[in-house]
């Protein structure tokens, strides 16, 4: 990590990370990719955005793969989290236990930093955070996140883990410019109240907000109902600052709240640099509410 990287902690679990992370759902270990993508993780070590989400599902399992080969050649200490998929036919614990050794084995370590329950399941949240401790106490998992969860679901987690004297540490859920639902259903409320990080997925709402840098007219086709308004407020925003939209709108998510961590998903080693420009960007109190009112604060269906 570089010496001026901004962290935020990853509520009580005594971990901080970059307040700006890498999503690699579209990584792959295909060897026509593999040297591209480790050019995009050393510019991520290189800018303080070190800190990797992933999944065993991501392509596979050859995200995972493909992170962990590219984060052995480079060499250099990484940050990363991966998430455990409770699918219908994933009834035990001992599921959980052989789910995550593979995920260790394509990652090419002995533990994670952040292991997600990827979404809530029939079986409850309840047993997976049971299974969560027991790889946290053989040192497997340093921290334990949920994912796609709601408020009443958070509160059972951390009641489940706090008997085992565990911390939840994130709630990883959808949240941009394009998507206040965090701000409206109460898990961004959950957060604050009980310490735990909101890591922020699709915080460019998949690469719309940077198509938003373009003129309005070129664009227009490609937005969301509602989403133009925004676009001229991002763009005039990242012209007077000399910014990218993008930029803008992580920036905005870093200043909503200290526990919110975006996790921008990128390939290219020049995204990852433009994106981490957002952790020296320091939006103007108008600026900031100026871009709250073009983004209505629940989701567009
Ligand atoms: N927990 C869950 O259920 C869940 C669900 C969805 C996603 N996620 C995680 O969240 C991460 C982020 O979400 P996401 O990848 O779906 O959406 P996103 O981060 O909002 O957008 C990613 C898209 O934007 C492009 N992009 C990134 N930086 C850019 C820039 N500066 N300028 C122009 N385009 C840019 C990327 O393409 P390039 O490759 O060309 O840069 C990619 O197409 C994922 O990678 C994944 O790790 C989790």
């Known amino acids: 990590m570089n010496d001026c990287a901004i962290e935020r902690p990853l509520g009580g679990s005594g971990i901080s990370v970059p307040a700006l992370g890498v999503g690699t759902n579209r990584w792959s270990a295909d060897a026509s990719d593999l040297a591209s993508l480790q050019e995009t993780l050393a510019a991520a070590v290189d800018t303080g955005t070190g800190f990797f989400d992933t999944a065993e599902i991501y392509s596979h399992g050859r995200s995972e793969i493909a992170l962990g080969q590219a984060a052995r050649k480079d060499g ?14 994933r009834v035990t614990t001992k599921q959980f236990a052989s789910a995550l050794d593979r995920t260790l084995e394509r990652l090419e370590r002995d533990s994670i930093d952040l292991y997600y329950l ?5 079986r409850g949240v309840g047993t997976w955070m049971r299974a969560m401790a027991n790889a946290v106490r053989a040192g497997k998992i340093r921290a334990v996140g949920i994912s796609n969860c709601d408020a009443t679901q958070m509160q059972r987690a951390v009641r489940v883990l706090a008997r085992r004297g565990i911390p939840l540490a994130a709630n990883q859920v959808h949240y941009s410019l394009l998507h206040r639902q965090p701000e409206v259903d109460g898990v ?5 109240q009980m310490d ?23 664009t227009a086709s490609a937005t969301a109902p509602g989403q133009s308004g ?3 407020v991002l763009r005039d925003v990242a012209a007077a600052r000399g910014a990218t939209a993008a930029q ?32 020296s960007l320091e939006l103007s109190d108008e600026e900031f509410t100026a871009i709250d009112r073009a983004s209505a604060p629940v989701p567009v269906t």
């Open 196 to 218: 735990v990080a909101l890591v922020a997925y699709r915080p460019i709402g998949r690469g719309a907000i940077s198509a938003g840098s373009a003129p309005a007219s070129a």
């Open 188 to 192: 961004l409320d959950a957060c604050r």
């Open 230 to 232: 925004l676009d001229d």
């Open 76 to 89: 250099r200490p990484v940050l990363i989290a991966s998430k455990f998929a409770p699918y219908a036919h």
């Open 118 to 122: 990827h979404f809530p399941s029939m």
């Open 248 to 279: 803008v709108a992580l920036a905005w998510l870093l200043k909503r709240d200290d526990h919110v961590i975006p996790i921008a998903g990128t390939t290219k080693p020049e995204h990852v640099r433009e994106n981490a420009g957002a952790l």
